[in-house]
């Protein structure tokens, strides 16, 4: 079964230190990947996605994601964290419904604390 | 334009209120998505429509009714809900896939906060 894993719960970096949240996939054929990142209260603003190719993706707000199919991975990172980064961010893969139709499978999530 | 619109952005209803969410789209996406996301949880998949079509029901309860008038609008009514019920409501949108494009990145609104009383 396909599925999501994104270990840490909660990470706390300080502002301008550089970031990497962990992302553990679970799916047999080639994934469809995605990061989201949500503010409080607001909906889901997709960061970036990887379909295939260049296996390290550039999104939007200074992010990258890298793609390893050998450890099953899509990590996000940023070299330098801003105070407006604080969000929760989740992983999910694209997995195909049956038909025409396709669902995304979500990680639970990482919530980021940026300290001043 | 990648924008999905929500309204409204909070609603309070009792147990025994019937209300709507409705949610909009102009970027010609023809799938069209509602999520129930509880606090510190991610989104669950409620219903999807195709083409304006039902195609995905999550095994809902039927307090909670979807409706796509048209490729642009999709619609929630809400009845007899339970406190339980409280949630964000999220509706999202994307390309319907074909030929070599398997998938497509969906598209999310602000939420509707719905809070039952």
């Known amino acids: ?116 | 334009d990648t924008e999905v619109t929500q309204t409204p952005k909070h609603l309070v209803m009792g147990m025994t209120n019937k209300k709507s969410l409705k949610c909009e789209q102009h970027m010609g996406h023809r799938a069209m998505y509602w999520y129930k996301q509880k606090a510190k949880k991610p989104p669950e998949l409620m219903f999807v429509y195709s083409y304006e079509k039902l195609s995905i029901n999550e095994s809902v309860p039927s307090r909670f009714s979807p409706e796509c008038p048209n490729s642009s609008l999709l619609n929630l009514h809400l009845h007899a809900l339970q406190p339980e019920d409280s949630a964000l409501y999220l509706c999202a949108s994307s390309q319907e896939i074909g030929g070599t494009f398997l998938y497509y990145e969906q598209y999310f609104g602000p939420g509707t906060r719905l809070t039952v009383t």
């Not at chain 1, 719960?9 to 989201?36: D, K, Q």
């Not at chain 1, 999910?92 to 639970?108: D, E, P, Q, S």
């Open chain 1, 1 to 116: 079964a396909q599925s999501v894993t994104q270990p840490d719960i909660h990470i706390t970096v300080s502002e301008g230190a550089s970031l990497e949240l962990r992302c553990n996939y679970s799916y047999g054929a080639t994934p469809y990947l995605f990061w989201y990142v949500q503010s409080p209260g607001q909906g889901l603003q997709l960061l970036l996605k990887y379909f295939s190719g260049d296996t390290l993706v550039q999104g939007i707000k200074g992010f990258e994601a890298e793609f390893k199919r050998s450890q099953s991975s899509f990590n996000l990172r940023k070299p330098s964290v801003h105070w407006s980064d604080a969000a929760e961010y989740f992983c999910a893969v694209g997995a195909r419904y049956g038909g025409a139709t396709n669902k995304l499978i979500f990680g639970t999530g990482t919530l980021l604390a940026v300290q001043p």
